[in-house]
């Protein structure tokens, strides 16, 4: 291999590793705290394997839980917050969007697995990426009877950005399951039905219970 060649590809792996290390988190708990809170983790993700199947079959469980991005957005009241605001709590982080069809379709189904399950440890974090007319997605949710999830939001698009650029967001709706510690536990890309029996028994067993 000619050495213009080598420095080429040790750039790209370069490239790709900065990538990857750029999704995980670079402060609050990672290094060798973070390494350990998520080695902690291997146990839902081994009781979750079985379990991803029927209606969430798409869903794909890490087999070696990181520590997740941690990504920006606005809470109901304007509020800037990031996944690290929720440590302490298991997250199903979803992004969702009034013109994405099946976005708008697998909503109602968030709204009741966050009746079933919501409280202190568990939330459905559901973050709205319209980028025009922002009253438009509350809106739309008190028309559909969405009364249990609150309205989270990001009009710059930038978390699914953030997603997509670590291989984590392929369209939408895209769905991490991040625990209590913010290790990831596995994504889904496309819908699902959150308020069927297969998808309650896997983010059950992500909550050890």
């Not at 983790?41 to 869903?59: D, H, I, K, Q, Y």
């Not at 009746?115 to 319209?130: H, R, S, T």
């Amino acid at each position: 291999m000619s050495r213009s060649r080598a420095i080429v590809l040790a750039a790209g792996l370069a490239g790709v590793l900065g990538g990857i290390a750029a999704f995980y988190w670079t402060s609050g708990g990672a290094g060798n705290a973070g390494i350990a809170a998520c080695m902690a983790a291997r146990p839902s993700t081994a009781a979750m394997a079985p379990l991803a199947r029927g209606e969430v079959a798409a869903f794909k469980v890490n087999q070696t839980p990181a520590l997740a991005a941690n990504l920006a957005f606005k809470g109901p009241n304007g509020r800037d917050l990031t996944l690290a605001d929720f440590r302490g709590r298991t997250v199903l982080l979803n992004l969702w969007a009034t013109w994405c069809a099946p976005c708008r379709h697998e909503m109602p189904a968030l709204d009741r697995l966050q009746e079933q399950l919501g409280g202190p440890k568990f939330e459905i974090v559901a973050v709205n990426i319209d980028t025009r007319n922002p009253e438009r997605a509350g809106n739309w949710l008190r028309e559909t009877g969405i009364r249990h999830m609150a309205n989270y939001s990001d009009q710059s698009a930038k978390i699914f950005q953030d997603l997509k650029a670590a291989g984590r967001a392929f369209g939408m709706p895209t769905t991490l399951l991040i625990d209590a510690n913010g290790c990831e536990l596995g994504f889904i890309a496309g819908p699902a039905e959150w308020a069927s029996d297969d998808a309650v028994k896997l983010i059950r067993a992500a909550l050890g219970t």
